[in-house]
């Protein structure tokens, strides 16, 4: 009787175990397995871009002598918005005389090169939409801005001393653009507004008279030519009137 009690008691609460057991097994929610976390954008050196995209060794020496590089740099890979630079060629460089960049302090300098790059990534179809919202600030701050115009899908823009455009995309790939211009961005704010005038066109060289038309020369030899016959029948006649004369006198004389 004793040992009766014992094996319900034991066989109860081995039952009660395993039901709990069961219930936790049946009523727990299935855990779906947590998305993994988007891979980091890679890391856009600008050095290298601007090294191996095409002839910007000027453009880049100054951005890293004033170190706008490393504002660059950060805007590019540590902001949402991304970065675009519109990068200058060598003889852009080669051929700007007046105003020069050498007199400028070293303040003004970064001012100058933060001056070629907006804070935020645009393709070259959104600067249809951007040419209405000129002017458009730069990285070098609110007075620095620049006024954008879209020809028949050509980007032009204008810093009020120079006016240039797009000539080709070197690199488009968000976070980053870098476009290729043909003269150096001089802001108002640093050069001011007394810009000088373009200067007019050379004037065209005089035609000169077609081959086939007379010559004064010609028309001049061509109407002396009956005065000349002329001049000619006269003498003629004088010279007969003497003759005559003359013999008329030696008739008479004999």
Known sequence: MEYTMIFMVSSTIVLLCCTSAYAQIVGSPSL?????????????????LLTV??????????????????????????????????????????????????????DQLKSVFLFHALSHYYSLAEFKNLSQ??????????????NFTDVSGTVHLSSGWANTKVSSSVHSTDPV???????????????????????????????APAADAPSDEKSGSGSSS?????????????????????????????
């Not at 397995?33 to 050095?47: E, G, I, K, Q, R």
């Not at 802001?187 to 004037?203: L, M, Q, R, S, V």
């Not at 000349?228 to 006649?237: F, L, V």
């Open 177 to 207: 653009a870098i476009y290729q211009i043909d003269k150096v961005l001089l802001p108002e704010a640093i050069f001011g507004t007394d810009i000088p005038p373009t200067p007019a066109p050379a004037p065209s060289p005089d035609i």
């Open 53 to 106: 995209a095409g002839p910007f060794h000027t453009f880049l020496s100054y951005l890293e002598s004033t170190k706008v590089i490393e504002t660059f740099q950060n805007q590019a890979n540590n902001t949402e918005e991304g970065i675009t630079i519109f990068v200058p060629k060598d003889d852009a460089f080669s051929s700007l005389k007046k105003p020069s960049l050498s007199n400028l302090t070293a």
């Open 133 to 146: 919202l000129s002017p458009v600030g730069t990285l070098a701050g609110g007075q620095y801005t620049l």
């Open 226 to 254: 009956p005065s000349s016959s002329s001049y000619r029948i006269i003498s003629w006649g004088v010279w007969s009137h003497l003759v005559f004369a003359i013999s008329g006198g030696l008739v008479l004389f004999l």
């Open 32 to 48: 779906s397995p947590s998305p993994a976390p988007a891979p980091a954008p890679d890391f856009v050196n600008l050095t290298d």
